[in-house]
């Protein structure tokens, strides 16, 4: 029988390998994304590109107006790219299982980034969006409303995307629990591809383990990933839709590996050591 018709869950396949490929590749495109659009905001507002890695941008900004739109664009366009791919996900997505997830885990891990600066700008006083609010007075009361704000986007961001979740899952009727288990086989095997990744970087990088681009860019993945672990226990209650529909269907497909493989060789080969322009 089909496991797209209808079939019980376990019947339709999983395999956690092409889970976590996908995922691996979700992560390092919503990285590369982010601090590429930091690279490319930097000439544009007059400044000069010193170097690219997969943990930070280094720019050399004209004033300080234009070090608060690189830093802040990057953010800005996370959240914005999440809403697009929220909203293409309400309106059916790509067709093929395996794309729809990935397009899923896009969609999640770019939101998580985007509302997580934020959050932690507000909170510790770092990260980008701390550079935007630099000489903005009271500062404190600047801090504490990117905190809430930040805090409230992240949830929400969760809790929209666990709405979506069951149509992205797909199944039968009466079939919670094991779709939320299945949620959570899902969220814990992308959560640790995006920590080998981060990892990896971090390893290869020539600031060392203990700089603040390497912490900023583990503390991205271990708490603002975070929600990949928990999610799917979170989907079991009744206040998120399960609606019936099509089985998704993750086999083994050694297309997602490739690419995975090739997008890591890249991520940690180039990027981690960072690329320096003269």
Same mark, same amino acid.
């Given at each position: 029988?089909?496991?797209?018709?209808?079939?019980? =869950?376990?019947?339709?396949?999983?395999?956690?390998?092409?889970?976590?490929?996908?995922?691996?590749?979700?992560?390092?495109?919503?990285?590369?994304?982010?601090?590429?659009?930091?690279?490319?905001?930097?000439?544009?507002?007059?400044?000069?590109?010193?170097?690219?890695?997969?943990?930070?941008?280094?720019?050399?900004?004209?004033?300080?107006?234009?070090?608060?739109?690189?830093?802040?664009?990057?953010?800005?366009?996370?959240?914005? !790219?999440?809403?697009?791919?929220?909203?293409?996900?309400? =309106?059916?997505?790509?067709?093929?299982?395996?794309?729809?997830?990935?397009?899923? !885990?896009?969609?999640?891990?770019?939101?998580?980034?985007?509302?997580?600066?934020?959050?932690?700008?507000?909170?510790?006083?770092?990260?980008?969006?701390?550079?935007?609010?630099?000489?903005?007075?009271?500062?404190?009361?600047?801090?504490?409303?990117?905190?809430?704000?930040?805090?409230? !986007?992240?949830?929400?961001?969760?809790?929209?995307?666990? =709405?979506?979740?069951?149509?992205?899952?797909?199944?039968?009727?009466?079939?919670?629990?094991?779709?939320?288990? =299945?949620?959570?086989?899902?969220?814990?095997?992308?959560?640790?591809?995006?920590?080998?990744?981060?990892?990896?970087?971090?390893?290869?990088?020539?600031?060392?383990?203990?700089?603040?681009?390497?912490?900023?860019?583990?503390?991205?993945?271990?708490?603002?990933?975070?929600?990949? !672990?928990?999610?799917?226990?979170?989907?079991?209650?009744?206040?998120?839709?399960?609606?019936?529909?099509?089985?998704?269907?993750?086999?083994?497909?050694?297309?997602?590996?490739?690419?995975?493989?090739?997008?890591?060789?890249?991520?940690?080969?180039?990027?981690?050591?960072?690329?320096?322009?003269?």
């Amino acid at each position: 029988m089909n496991p797209h018709s209808g079939t019980p =869950r376990e019947r339709a396949p999983l395999d956690l390998a092409t889970v976590a490929a996908i995922g691996l590749l979700a992560a390092i495109v919503n990285v590369v994304q982010h601090e590429t659009t930091h690279a490319l905001a930097c000439p544009l507002v007059g400044g000069e590109l010193r170097a690219l890695s997969a943990l930070y941008v280094v720019c050399e900004s004209p004033d300080l107006a234009a070090a608060k739109v690189v830093d802040g664009v990057a953010p800005a366009v996370d959240l914005v !790219l999440a809403l697009a791919l929220w909203a293409w996900l309400r =309106r059916g997505g790509p067709r093929a299982d395996p794309a729809r997830l990935f397009v899923y !885990l896009v969609m999640l891990m770019s939101w998580l980034a985007g509302s997580g600066y934020l959050m932690v700008s507000g909170i510790a006083g770092i990260g980008d969006v701390a550079t935007v609010m630099t000489g903005w007075s009271p500062a404190w009361v600047w801090r504490a409303a990117a905190a809430l704000l930040g805090s409230a !986007l992240f949830l929400g961001g969760v809790w929209a995307a666990l =709405r979506l979740l069951g149509r992205t899952l797909g199944g039968l009727e009466g079939d919670g629990p094991e779709r939320s288990r =299945r949620a959570q086989r899902i969220g814990i095997s992308a959560y640790g591809a995006a920590l080998v990744a981060t990892l990896a970087a971090v390893a290869v990088s020539p600031l060392g383990a203990n700089s603040l681009p390497s912490v900023a860019g583990m503390a991205a993945v271990v708490f603002g990933y975070s929600p990949l !672990l928990w999610m799917g226990l979170w989907f079991a209650d009744g206040a998120f839709p399960k609606p019936v529909a099509p089985t998704l269907t993750i086999g083994r497909d050694l297309r997602w590996w490739v690419a995975a493989g090739v997008a890591f060789a890249a991520f940690v080969g180039l990027l981690g050591p960072t690329l320096t322009f003269a």
